[in-house]
């Protein structure tokens, strides 16, 4: 089993998701009625509870999974919440964090004409926006 150790940059990150969020993530008490209430957890390969409890740990690791991008932003996790926290608004602050890498996935140059003109735009200004930092 893997020792967990927390450091600096631990409390850092789960501030900055605290932060962006405009959530204290800490309150989570790991019920996992989040998880239990996602209509998308069957995509997820960690649920919305594994999810909470590895930015309450400061894990960056989260960051690598594709939960927070699967997240639908439904808000059956927020309404069902116990300590109503906000599951969506914390998947939305870690892609803000992830995107601001400004890791750009996708080039408009690079799109053949035929295929842009065919494309609907917003397809193309929602891709933008979801794959490019």
């Known amino acids: 089993m893997k020792k967990l150790i927390i450091t600096s940059e631990n409390v850092k990150f789960l501030q900055k998701i605290n932060e962006l969020a405009d959530q204290d993530i800490t309150l989570c008490e790991q019920c996992g009625t ?3 209430s996602c209509p998308m957890v069957a995509e997820m390969d960690i649920t919305p509870s594994q999810l909470m409890r590895m930015v309450q740990l400061g894990l960056k ?3 690598e999974t594709k939960a927070m991008w699967v ?6 996790c927020t309404v ?3 300590r109503g926290l906000d599951v ?3 998947a939305e602050a870690l892609r803000q964090v992830y995107l601001r890498k400004a890791l750009d996935y996708i ?3 690079k799109i ?3 295929e842009f003109v065919s494309l609907p735009q917003i397809a193309i200004v929602s891709a933008c ?3 490019t930092g």
């Open 129 to 131: 926006r979801k794959f």
């Open 112 to 114: 053949p004409k035929y």
């Open 71 to 76: 997240c639908a932003s439904c808000y059956t």
């Open 61 to 63: 690791e989260v960051m």
């Open 80 to 82: 069902r919440c116990p």
């Open 88 to 90: 969506a608004k914390v």
């Open 34 to 36: 989040c998880s239990a």
């Open 107 to 109: 080039e408009i140059k």
